[in-house]
């Protein structure tokens, strides 16, 4: 069993917790993500490893409440313990050779975005944090990213923090003002970058993308992760989660991601309904 340590509100909808978790910290590097189960009879999703101390034996998660395991997760607490933590699982970052780099992180996603950040900046590359959010209340790891980057510009869609725009704006305005990366690691909602990889592409600059599909087994048997990379059928679990985002059928993954979101709704509100009930 898999007992939580720490439990901590990162914004209305987004929550961390570190796990203790000997074998998985072990392993664990940025980039990588483990599958859980609060309980026996429960569902396996994945949560990207959002830290890990190798020392303490324990590994920091951090997800949004958004279906019905996620709405059980946050339901527990301090000294509970989850059934099954499994991993780490998927390939990790690669962060060697590389002397300057932009990672660009939206949303919940910058939750995968600062480890790597963070690994870049620990092995002496220079790197730009470029972060948005929609608005200030939904921000997270704000002094973590200020901690792991050389550069970091904060934007947010109404200008409540940061500045207001998008952050393919900034990440444009620098390359345009004469950066010149090796590298763009662009981790975030679909559409987000869909349009990094394709500012990225027309300025030849080569890109990462850090991908999150339905999962179901993490091991590529089940086919549920799949995503069409350069014309051939990529299985998220064990050939990414990051892929060249160049090479990406970004329109196909938001097609196959928007399937679910009916179900996800239903399951998160008859179990939102269940804790209603037993509260009563």
């Known amino acids: 069993m898999y007992q939580i340590l720490e439990k901590k509100s990162l914004n209305p909808t987004v929550t961390l917790m570190r796990i203790d978790a000997p074998a998985v910290a072990k392993k664990a590097e940025p980039g990588q993500f483990i599958i859980l189960r609060t309980d ?3 569902e396996r999703i994945p949560l990207t490893i959002a830290d890990y101390d190798r020392d303490s034996g324990s590994v920091t998660v951090i997800f949004q409440v958004v279906g019905a ?3 059980k997760l946050n339901h527990m607490n301090v000294g509970d313990s989850l059934h099954d933590f499994v991993g780490p699982l998927g390939r990790a970052t690669d962060t060697v050779g590389k002397k300057k780099v932009a990672v660009v992180g939206g949303g919940v996603g910058c939750a995968i975005a600062y480890p790597v950040a963070k690994k870049f900046f620990e092995s002496g590359t220079e790197v730009h944090a470029v972060v948005g959010f929609r608005n200030r209340e939904l921000v997270i790891l704000e002094n973590e990213f200020a901690a792991a980057s050389s550069r970091f510009i904060k934007m947010s869609d109404d200008g409540s923090w940061g500045e207001r725009g998008l ?3 900034a990440l444009r305005r620098l390359i345009e003002n004469g950066e010149q990366y090796d590298e763009v690691i662009t ?8 349009f990094v990889c394709r ?3 027309e300025f030849n600059i080569k890109t990462v993308a850090s991908m999150n599909p339905i999962m179901i087994d993490g091991t ?4 549920g992760c799949r995503l069409t ?6 299985f998220a679990c064990v050939d990414g989660p990051e892929f060249d985002g160049h090479l990406i059928d970004f329109d196909e993954a938001i097609s196959r991601s928007s399937m679910y979101k009916p179900f996800e709704r239903a399951a998160h509100e008859s179990t939102c309904n269940l804790f209603r009930k037993e509260a009563e």
Request: with cysteine; aromatic share 0%; net charge neutral.
């Open 187 to 194: 981790i975030g909602p679909l559409p987000m970058m869909k």
């Open 40 to 42: 026996g009879n429960g």
């Open 167 to 169: 952050v393919t704006d």
């Open 199 to 201: 500012l990225t592409k």
């Open 220 to 223: 590529g048997m089940c086919g």
């Open 229 to 234: 990379v350069g014309g051939e059928v990529k």
């Open 69 to 71: 395991t996620t709405e």
